[in-house]
């Protein structure tokens, strides 16, 4: 049989790390089942080096082995699924203890013993296949001709809990550390700063942006440029201009811009209002925020419970506890137990942000060594694995210590 995907091609699995005797099992039923097979074995222990070196095979399937150990085959499988959820991945191991789980939950669609015979390896790669060809295939990154990028919304129940800070240096990095092609929508409408946070003079606003035709070389005009190769679309002057901005037009506007860049990042107000739920529609992923008071706890659920009711649920959802070291608040585990679900990224109380927000500059930049912009970083490796796991030279540059 000639397995071929939906646009033709043949199927491409890509065998990452496993060990020799498997590698000529699988590469002789693969063959026999018109399977085109690429083996990898990635140089470095970086799992975000081997992601990346799966991606650039353009996988249908991905057979990942254990020669590396459980923990560094999930964290590659949780990698290919975050960049593209249609890759079927699958975990070359014994299924047994938790393995099956773990697996699972990383993103994989099976875990098959090394050992097993012919005829069920035939099955699981069949299933495989016939999963690789059901899935709609590249839905976050190219939809037919049209680019698709990650758009990611930070959002919080209450008030003044760091979706500012968080959005501003996330966009920062992602652009200036990882080079993906990043805008930064300031969805504030009323009282948004990102301008203020990083220090941009705009011309134009979301409310010139929203009223322009709805393609990507128009809304490019009204983009404000960072000196980091940022792009940002700030908040209107004035917040009167926020009621008549419609939000079916927002929504358009955010799609325009998926199509145009890597990561679309939206600083949202707070609370679910109805131009927020058109934001939460459209993105990949929600980063919800919170503070440790107990007040931003309960908003906090109250909100997930309301996005859940609503059927809001196809997104990745990132909890990030802001301030997570203030002495006053609740403890994480505490936290954890009155939501349900565990905290993704901690961000600890750091004067690095005031004073970095307070000068215009992202904290990424102006002080990258500090307590709260590790804390982002630790986000930036949980959205995208593929970005390098280093931290920037902390000897700043002459101009930044002047600012200081
Ligand atoms: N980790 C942190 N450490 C210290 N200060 C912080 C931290 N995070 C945020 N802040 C400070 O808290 C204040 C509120 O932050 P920010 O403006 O980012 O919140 P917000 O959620 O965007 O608020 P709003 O809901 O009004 O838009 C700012 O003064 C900021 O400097
Ligand atoms: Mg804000």
């Not at 799992?47 to 057979?63: F, K, L």
């Not at 927002?250 to 107000?269: E, N, P």
Request: charged share 25%; net charge negative; aromatic share 4%.
């Amino acid at each position: 049989m000639d397995e071929t995907h939906r646009n033709g091609a043949a199927v491409r699995l890509v065998l990452v790390d496993a060990a020799d005797e498997v590698k000529t099992w699988v590469s002789w039923l693969a063959v026999s089942m018109g399977i085109e097979l690429v083996d990898i074995e990635p140089p470095s222990d970086a799992t975000g080096d081997a992601v990346q070196e799966v991606m650039r095979s353009s996988p249908a399937i991905v057979v990942v082995g254990l020669a590396r150990g459980a923990g560094w085959a999930l964290e590659v499988v949780e990698g290919v699924d975050l960049i593209d959820p249609g890759i079927t991945s699958i975990v070359l191991g014994e299924p047994g203890g938790d393995l099956w789980q773990r697996a699972i939950r990383a993103g994989a669609r099976d875990v098959i013993a090394p050992d097993i015979g012919e005829d069920e390896l035939r099955l699981a790669l069949e299933r495989a296949v016939a999963h690789a060809h059901s899935w709609p295939r590249g839905t976050t990154e190219t939809d037919g001709d049209v680019r698709r990028g990650r758009v990611v919304t930070i959002t919080s129940p209450k008030g003044g809990c760091g979706k500012t800070f968080l959005a501003t240096n996330i966009a920062y990095a992602l652009q200036s550390e990882a080079r993906g092609r990043t805008v930064l929508i300031d969805y504030d409408l009323q009282f948004g700063d990102v301008a203020g946070a990083l220090g941009l003079r705009p011309e134009y606003t979301v409310s010139h942006a929203v009223q322009a035709p709805a393609d990507a070389t128009s809304v490019k005009a009204f983009l404000t440029t960072h000196p980091s190769g940022l792009y940002a679309l700030c908040a209107p002057l004035n917040p009167a201009e926020a009621d008549i901005l419609e939000p079916a037009r927002l929504g358009t506007l955010i799609d325009t811009l998926r199509q145009q860049f890597d990561w679309v990042i939206i600083d949202s107000s707070a609370g679910i209002s109805e131009a927020n739920l058109v934001a939460i529609e459209r993105s990949t992923d929600v980063v919800l925020m919170a503070t440790t008071d107990l007040a931003s706890i309960s908003a906090m659920r109250k909100a997930v419970a309301v996005l859940d009711q609503i059927g809001m649920t196809a997104h990745r959802r990132w909890y990030v506890l802001n301030r997570a070291n203030a002495r006053v608040g609740l403890e994480q585990v505490d936290i954890e137990r009155s939501l349900g679900l565990g905290v993704d990224t901690a961000i600890p109380s750091s004067r690095a942000v005031p004073i970095a927000m307070n000068q215009g500059i992202a904290v990424m930049e102006d002080d990258p060594r500090s307590p709260a912009a590790r804390g982002v970083r630790e986000l930036l490796q949980r959205l995208s694995p593929m970005i390098v796991d280093r931290e920037p030279d902390g000897n700043r540059g002459w101009l930044q210590r002047m600012r200081s």
